[in-house]
């Protein structure tokens, strides 16, 4: 048993010591000027805190943030009439199936007016993001919209990384 308790703890030590050298390994890498480091939130208020706070955590490192993505930002609003245009919808529509497209468009005029909240709701979130990160220079904010797929191939990399060339926002 002793024997077997030895082999172990010479085992476990060499285990030790091999993870210290990856630790160093990966810190000298995370300080290396061929290093960037990019920040990646989505415009929610908790996410922000959350990014912020790692983004300090990391100053205190000595780790500097290159760029800050804000991903799966809420797209602007595509055209929607006004409306005015509708006419009254407060009466009952359900057995007039001329009216189906004023029913369906003052659908989606409500889910524009939900949609403009939640927009607002994340600017208001990406300028705590700002406030947050006033005070460390040179840091681009990039904003993506929402994707209607996954990020899931080579090409999809190589089309945001395109977008991203131009969405630099401050």
Same mark, same amino acid.
């Not at 055209?79 to 919808?89: E, I, Q, R, S």
């Not at 659908?107 to 409500?110: D, E, G, N, P, T």
């Given at each position: 048993l002793k024997r077997e308790v030895s082999e172990f703890a010479e085992m476990f030590g060499g285990l030790v010591a091999g993870l210290e &050298? +990856?630790?160093r390994d990966i810190d000298a890498l995370? +300080?290396?000027?061929e290093t960037a480091?990019?920040? #990646?939130?989505r415009p929610r208020s908790h996410d922000i805190a959350? %990014? @912020? %706070?790692?983004q300090a955590s990391l100053a205190r490192m000595g780790i500097q943030v290159t760029a800050v993505l804000v991903n799966r930002v809420t797209p602007p609003a595509r055209? #929607?009439?006004? =409306?005015?245009? @509708? &006419?009254? @919808?407060s009466g009952d529509l359900s057995g007039d199936p001329a009216a189906l497209p004023v029913r369906l468009l003052a =659908?989606? @005029? +409500?889910m524009e007016e939900d949609m403009d909240a939640l927009r607002s709701l994340e600017a208001d979130a990406v300028a705590l993001l700002r406030e947050g990160l006033a005070d460390v220079r040179n840091v681009p904010i990039f904003e993506l919209a929402a994707r209607d797929i996954d990020i899931a191939s080579l090409d999809d990399i190589a089309e945001l990384a395109g977008e991203l060339r131009g969405a =630099?926002? &401050?």
């Open positions: &050298g +990856r630790a995370l +300080r290396s000027d480091f990019v920040l #990646v939130t959350d %990014a @912020l %706070a790692f055209h #929607v009439p006004p =409306a005015d245009h @509708l &006419g009254d @919808l =659908a989606v @005029l +409500r =630099a926002v &401050g």
